[in-house]
């Protein structure tokens, strides 16, 4: 089927190869993001026949009469969205609890959570009442592994992938799907230029030697949960370079 795609965060990283994934195949989609000139570049980067099937919207997650309002607001043309991809977010910081900027930490918790909660709730209805929908959450593999240094980051995806299965527990019986996809050590976004603030050498240094997964490997797995026949529902997907995995227990001797 051809899907009307809202792909959140379509400035950069992840959303911006799912929007280029989900045109390339000639799908419709609306690509959000707070930074103008990016989602201008994004709509002048593509051939005349995929300007046509892209909307762009400038549009802060976090700006929740915006967001309430959005489902409503669309161009005709755009309207019934079919697969709502979540992806917006961010992590900030990587000090201990105990000396994070809590500036730092609600603004994490305004876009990882509360944006996300919003927008899933502005498009929710429009899938039921229409009996069919996808909504693809972007998780993480903090989720469900802590690391120094992750605290709220963690939290908020905990947050997300919980919130993906008791979406699923509240659909059954319609047909709407709920996916949550949860990846690990991912190079080539700005995720690690905007954790350190703008310090594009440290952010660089996360990724030395290791061959890290790309955008594209994530924008595949997001486009092969929302193009399964509609009797399959995957629940999460959880992926990992090969040169990343689990480390064992802190153990502080004293
Ligand atoms: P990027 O920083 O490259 O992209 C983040 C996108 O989110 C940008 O398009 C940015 O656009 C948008 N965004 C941020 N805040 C807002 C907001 N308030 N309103 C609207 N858009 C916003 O990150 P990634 O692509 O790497 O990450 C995407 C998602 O995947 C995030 O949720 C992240 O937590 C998660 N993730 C990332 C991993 C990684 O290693 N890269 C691994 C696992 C999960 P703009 O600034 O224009 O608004
Ligand atoms: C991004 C991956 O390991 O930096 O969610 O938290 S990690």
Redesign the pocket.
């Known amino acids: 089927m051809k899907h009307t795609v809202l792909v959140t965060g379509a400035t950069a990283g992840f959303g911006e190869a799912t929007a280029r994934r989900f045109l390339a195949e000639g799908h419709q989609v609306i690509a959000l993001g707070r930074r103008v000139e990016r989602l201008e570049a994004l709509k002048t980067s593509l051939p005349p026949e995929q300007q046509k099937q892209l909307l762009t919207l400038a549009v802060d997650v976090c700006d929740s009469e915006k967001v309430d309002d959005l489902a409503a607001t669309l161009p005709i043309e755009f309207a019934g969205v079919t697969v709502l991809v979540n992806n917006a977010g961010l992590?900030l910081g990587l000090e201990p609890a105990q000396k994070a900027f809590l500036s730092d930490w609600d603004r994490m918790i305004d876009t990882n959570i509360k944006g996300l909660v919003h927008m899933t709730r502005a498009f929710l209805p429009g899938m039921v009442e229409r009996q069919c929908g996808h909504v693809i959450n972007l998780g993480?593999?903090?989720a469900s592994y802590p690391?120094p240094g992750?605290n709220v980051?963690?939290g908020t995806?905990a947050f997300v992938q919980q919130f993906s299965l008791n979406l699923r527990a509240d659909l059954i019986g319609t047909p709407v799907r709920v996916t949550c996809v949860e990846?690990?050590?991912?190079s080539g976004t700005e995720?690690s230029n905007v954790r350190f603030k703008g310090d594009d050498d440290k952010a660089s240094k996360v990724y030395s030697g290791v061959k890290a997964l790309s955008a594209d490997d994530v924008a595949e797995a997001i486009y092969w949960s929302a193009n399964l026949p509609s009797h399959m529902n995957i629940n999460l997907v959880e992926l990992m370079p090969v040169q990343q995995a689990f480390s064992a227990f802190q153990i502080h001797r004293g």
């Not at 990846?183 to 991912?186: L, S, T």
Request: charged content about 5%; some cysteine; glycine content about 22%.
């Open positions: 992590a993480s593999v903090a690391y992750g980051y963690g995806k990846p690990g050590m991912c995720f």
